[in-house]
């Protein structure tokens, strides 16, 4: 049996005693003065009726104020419930974040690693080039120190070979009035 109906029953059963009292007292009028002391026990009844229906009234009200306040926990720990699962799955996504930020954080330190590297290596190719070019520095200084000396020598060479020539010539034309003049005379 439910604590609802048990209180509705309280309440009947003060109800119908409070009528049997009602009928105890018409009857102890009834009975006139010998029963007197009868109506005082039915006077009696009727107060204890009367304080079990509000005894009972009483209960019912405060089964009301716990149903109602059960109801107000129960909800709330609903609600509990609800915001503690929100609160893992949002402690899980953090997590799955925090993964994701560990991993990005792995591959950006390894990109840095081979741009470390990759940047050693320009540099090492950079003191080469920066040797070879002072090679082709150095070796492109003798270059031109030999070519101007080649060029002197040219030049020397070619102010012979003309003074050659002009003597050559000089010398054809001499020889060639000479035979003349060597014809003009005959044996």
């Known amino acids: 049996m439910q604590i609802d109906e048990i209180v509705h029953l ?21 009975a006139g003065e010998y029963g007197r002391g009868f109506a005082v026990v039915a ?9 079990s229906k509000a005894s009972a009234t009483n209960i019912s009200d405060m ?3 716990m149903q109602e306040a059960t109801v107000r926990a129960v909800s709330e720990m609903d609600k509990s419930v609800s915001e503690a699962i929100d609160g893992i799955d949002t402690i899980n996504r953090a997590g799955e974040a925090f993964g994701e930020i560990s991993l990005a954080v792995e591959q950006v330190s390894l990109q840095i690693t081979e741009i ?24 492109a200084k003798s270059t031109v120190e030999h070519t101007g000396n080649v060029l002197s020598l040219s030049q020397e060479q070619l102010a012979t070979a003309e003074e050659m020539t002009a003597t050559s010539d000089t010398r054809n034309r001499m020889s060639t009035e000479l035979k003349k003049m060597v ?4 044996l």
């Open 63 to 65: 089964m009301k104020d």
């Open 116 to 139: 470390s590297a990759v940047t050693e290596q320009i540099s090492a190719a950079t003191e080469e080039v920066s040797a070879s070019m002072f090679e082709m520095v150095h070796v």
């Open 10 to 30: 309280i309440t009947d059963i003060s109800e119908q005693v409070n009528l049997l009292s009602l009928n105890a007292s018409i009857e102890a009028a009834r």
């Open 43 to 51: 006077n009696e009844i009727k107060k204890l009726a009367g304080q």
């Open 183 to 186: 014809s003009q005379f005959k």
